[in-house]
């Protein structure tokens, strides 16, 4: 089963550098925002169809959830939009490994304290050499994206 796992969120990077990149080009001629509207109305009509023919769960329950965790629907929306507007200005490769950093960063954190419930994974040398090969692979890849647009002006 971690396998799978493990080839799921493979899978769902594809997926988000494939998003990133359409949604990208799309806000170029429908708009950030409204791309990023789009994105929610089409994923929200999908999503009510899923739950609607496979849903196991109890949708209502989502009302006697604490309100700090309903928070999750605004870090979405703006994780959205941040992308949709870095895309288009510093590429898919480098917004995802920033995004990613942003993800090590804040998941180390996360870990350390054990918040929300987490397992609590103290941040140690390895995990801040991680992290310092992400650096450097965003640092990498934003030079040589701005080096192709010096070329291309």
């Given amino acids: ?11 769902g ?15 170029r001629k429908a708009g950030t925002i ?3 509207l789009f994105t929610f109305i089409t994923g929200s009509l999908f999503l ?8 196991q769960g109890n949708i209502l329950a989502i009302m006697e959830a604490p309100k700090w965790q ?6 979405g929306v703006a994780y959205l939009l941040l992308t949709v507007i870095a895309v288009p ?11 990613i950093i942003g993800q090590l960063i804040t998941g180390m954190i996360i870990d ?27 640092y990498f890849v934003y030079k040589s994206n ?3 647009k010096e070329e291309r002006a």
């Fill in 1 to 11: 089963m971690a396998i799978a796992m493990v080839i799921f969120t493979l899978i």
């Fill in 13 to 27: 990077g594809i997926v988000l550098s494939a998003q990133s990149s359409v949604n990208g080009t799309l806000s």
């Fill in 34 to 36: 409204e791309t990023t």
């Fill in 48 to 55: 009510a169809l899923i739950i609607l023919f496979f849903g």
């Fill in 70 to 75: 309903l928070s999750a629907v605004f870090l």
């Fill in 89 to 99: 200005r510093i590429g898919v490769i480098a917004t995802n490994i920033g995004t």
């Fill in 112 to 138: 350390h304290f054990g918040w929300f419930g987490g397992l609590e994974i103290h941040i140690d040398g390895k995990r801040l050499a991680a992290l310092a090969f992400m650096l450097l692979a965003l």
């Fill in 146 to 148: 701005k080096h192709v």
